[in-house]
C-alpha cells in the first residue's frame, strides 16, 4: 500500500513543482496593504493613495515571487493579468463613485413630500428659507420637468427611430457602397460630432423660419434632440445589419421570398437585439442634454402637457436652474437638495431604458431550437 502512495506523491509533486500556491495572491495582498498602509502613514493617510500603493505592492510582489518560483513566462503573464485588472478597476471607480455620490445627495431630494407629484409653480424662496430656518419641509418638485422629460425624448425618438433605421437599412441593403451611400455615411460622421447646442441653434432657426420669431415649444427641443439621436441610431443599427450571416438573406431569397420582406422577416428581427441597445443609446445620448433644450424649449415652473404649445422644463434644465439661479440665493441648499433629487430620477429613468431595451431584445429577438 505505501509502495503505491508513494510514486503517487512523487509524481504529484513533481506536477506542482515550479508553481506559486494557491494561497499566494492572497498573502501578497494582505502584505502590500499593510506595508501601504504603514508607507501612507508616514505621508499622511488617504483611501485612494492607500489604494493606489497597495495595488503597486501587489503587482511587485506577486510578479516577483513568481519570476523567482515560475520563471520570467509567468511572470509575464501575472503582470499582464494585474495590468488589465488594474485597469478594469480604475475604469470602474469613477462610475461607482458617481453612483455614490448621486444616491447620497440624491435620497434625501427624492424621499421629500410631493417631490414627484408637485412642480415649482408658487414655490418662492420664502419656502426655502422657512425649510432651513425653521425646519419645515422642503417643497416644490419635479413633475412637470418629469413629464417634460418624457414627452420631448418620446417624440425625438418616434422621429429619429423609423429615419435612422431606415437610413441604416437602405446603407446596408441598397446602398452597395455608392456615392449615394458614400455621402450619406459621410454626413452622419459629421453628425455624430456636432456640439449639441449647435443642434439647437438649428431647430430653431429652422421653426423660426416656418413658424415665427420666438417659437419655444417642446416639440422644437424633440426635434433639436432627434438630431442628436439619429446618427447615432444610424450607426448602431448599421453595424447590427452588417453581422446578420448572409447566409441567411439567401436562403430567403432561395424560397422566392422578396427583398423587402426578407429584411422585414428575417434581417431586423435577427438584428433587433443590438438594434433595441443602439435606441437606447441614443435615448440615453439625449435625455440628459441642457444647452439644446434652453434654446428651444426654454424653462417653466409649471406643468405643461401639450409639447407643441408654451414653454417646456425638462430634468436636465431643471437641475441646471436648480443649481446656477437657486430658488432663495441666501438658503441655495433646498434647491441642491432637488438638483440632486432630479439628478437621481435621471439616472434611474436611463436604467429603465436599458432594462426595457434588453426586455424588448429577448421578445423579440429569434427564438432558438425546436
Wanted: aromatic share 8%.
Amino acid at each position: 500500500m505505501s509502495s503505491t502512495l508513494t510514486p503517487l506523491r512523487s509524481k504529484r509533486s513533481s506536477l506542482t513543482r515550479g508553481q506559486l500556491p494557491a494561497f499566494a495572491p492572497y498573502v501578497v495582498l494582505v502584505i502590500a496593504l499593510i506595508l501601504g498602509a504603514a508607507i501612507l502613514a508616514l505621508i499622511g493617510f488617504n483611501t485612494f493613495g492607500w489604494g493606489v500603493v497597495s495595488a503597486i505592492l501587489f503587482t511587485a510582489g506577486l510578479v516577483g515571487w513568481s519570476a523567482v518560483v515560475e520563471g520570467s513566462r509567468k511572470a509575464k503573464d501575472k503582470l499582464a493579468t494585474c495590468l488589465v485588472v488594474g485597469s478594469f478597476l480604475i475604469a470602474l471607480l469613477p462610475l461607482i463613485s458617481v453612483i455614490w455620490t448621486v444616491l447620497v445627495n440624491g435620497i434625501p431630494g427624492l424621499i421629500a413630500p410631493g417631490f414627484l407629484t408637485s412642480s415649482m409653480n408658487g414655490v418662492t424662496g420664502v419656502y426655502d428659507n422657512k425649510a432651513v430656518e425653521e425646519g419645515a419641509p422642503v417643497i416644490g418638485g419635479i413633475y412637470h420637468a418629469l413629464v417634460g422629460t418624457v414627452q420631448m425624448t418620446l417624440v425625438a425618438t418616434v422621429i429619429s427611430v423609423p429615419v435612422g433605421l431606415l437610413t441604416a437599412i437602405y446603407l446596408v441593403e441598397y446602398g452597395n457602397d455608392g456615392r449615394l451611400a458614400r455621402a450619406i455615411t459621410f454626413f452622419v460622421d459629421v453628425m455624430t460630432g456636432i456640439p449639441s447646442i449647435v443642434a439647437g441653434l438649428f431647430a430653431a432657426a429652422f421653426f423660426f423660419a416656418v413658424v415665427g420669431p420666438g417659437t419655444k415649444t417642446g416639440a422644437v427641443a424633440a426635434v433639436a434632440l432627434s438630431v442628436l439621436m439619429i446618427p447615432v441610431v444610424v450607426r448602431s443599427s448599421e453595424e447590427m445589419l452588417k453581422i446578420v450571416p448572409n447566409e441567411l438573406r439567401e436562403a430567403a431569397y432561395a424560397l422566392g421570398v422578396r427583398k423587402w420582406r426578407t429584411i422585414l422577416k428575417v434581417v431586423i428581427p435577427t438584428a433587433i437585439s443590438g438594434i433595441a441597445s443602439g435606441v437606447t443609446l441614443a435615448i440615453a445620448r439625449v435625455i440628459g442634454e441642457t444647452a439644446p433644450i434652453l434654446v428651444t424649449a426654454g424653462f417653466a415652473t409649471s406643468i405643461n402637457n401639450n409639447v407643441f404649445g408654451g414653454w417646456m422644463a425638462s430634468l436636465p434644465t431643471y437641475i441646471y436652474t436648480q443649481i446656477l439661479n437657486p430658488t432663495s440665493p441666501a438658503n441655495p441648499d433646498p434647491s441642491s437638495q432637488r438638483a440632486w433629487g432630479a439628478a437621481l430620477v435621471l439616472i434611474i429613468l436611463v436604467m429603465v431604458l436599458n432594462l426595457g431595451a434588453r426586455l424588448i431584445a429577448r421578445i423579440f429577438a429569434p427564438k432558438t431550437g425546436r
